[in-house]
């Protein structure tokens, strides 16, 4: 189970950066916020986290079940260890109970972080949008250049031939 939550998170955030970088490069302008300003991208990071939570789930959950036989084989072949692994399991749920409950204390520290870091990563696409236009003219400059100047010597090359 926690294989499973741990997979989901971490698909979660991961489909959520990979579809908020792949909305911002794609430039298109989509539906526009009712203020007219920004293109609206959170349908489309959305649906990125939500697909690479689910395939995290599955894989986490695959993992846990994995894990599961790997153990009870483990256990099954020596009695001594089963018997400690008993006496263990009532601080182990302790220490579970323990977990999620800090991870539920942290969690809206952890929602700020992952809005601020939204809000960085659309002020850093905007600002280096202008960089990339510039870029992109003067390779393109340098590539006719390029052209030009092979031109020459294809023709200089016939002349001389």
Same mark, same amino acid.
């Given at each position: 189970?926690?294989?499973?939550?741990?997979?989901?998170?971490?698909?979660?955030?991961?489909?959520?950066?990979?579809?908020?970088?792949?909305?911002?490069?794609?430039?298109?302008?989509?539906?526009?916020?009712?203020?007219?300003?920004?293109?609206?991208?959170?349908?489309?990071?959305?649906?990125?986290?939500?697909?690479?939570?689910?395939?995290?789930?599955?894989?986490?959950?695959?993992?846990?079940?994995?894990?599961?036989?790997?153990?009870?084989?483990?256990?099954?072949?020596?009695?001594?260890?089963?018997?400690?692994?008993?006496?263990?399991?009532?601080?182990?749920?302790?220490?579970?109970?323990?977990?999620?409950?800090?991870?539920?204390?942290?969690?809206?520290?952890?929602?700020? $972080?992952?809005?601020?870091?939204?809000?960085?990563?659309?002020?850093?696409?905007?600002?280096?949008?202008?960089?990339?236009?510039?870029?992109?003219?003067?390779?393109?400059?340098? $590539?006719?250049?390029?052209?030009?100047?092979?031109?020459?010597?294809?023709?200089?090359?016939?002349?001389?031939?």
């Amino acid at each position: 189970m926690h294989k499973m939550v741990k997979g989901l998170v971490l698909g979660g955030f991961v489909g959520a950066a990979v579809g908020g970088c792949r909305a911002v490069m794609a430039g298109e302008p989509g539906e526009q916020d009712p203020t007219g300003e920004a293109p609206a991208l959170a349908p489309r990071v959305a649906k990125a986290a939500a697909e690479a939570a689910l395939a995290g789930a599955v894989v986490g959950l695959c993992m846990e079940r994995r894990s599961r036989r790997r153990a009870e084989a483990a256990l099954a072949a020596s009695p001594a260890v089963l018997r400690y692994a008993r006496r263990a399991r009532p601080a182990m749920e302790t220490a579970v109970e323990r977990a999620l409950l800090a991870a539920e204390a942290a969690r809206p520290r952890v929602e700020h $972080a992952a809005d601020l870091a939204r809000l960085r990563a659309f002020e850093a696409a905007e600002a280096a949008r202008p960089h990339l236009r510039h870029a992109a003219e003067v390779a393109r400059e340098r $590539a006719i250049d390029a052209a030009e100047l092979a031109r020459q010597r294809a023709a200089e090359l016939r002349a001389a031939g």
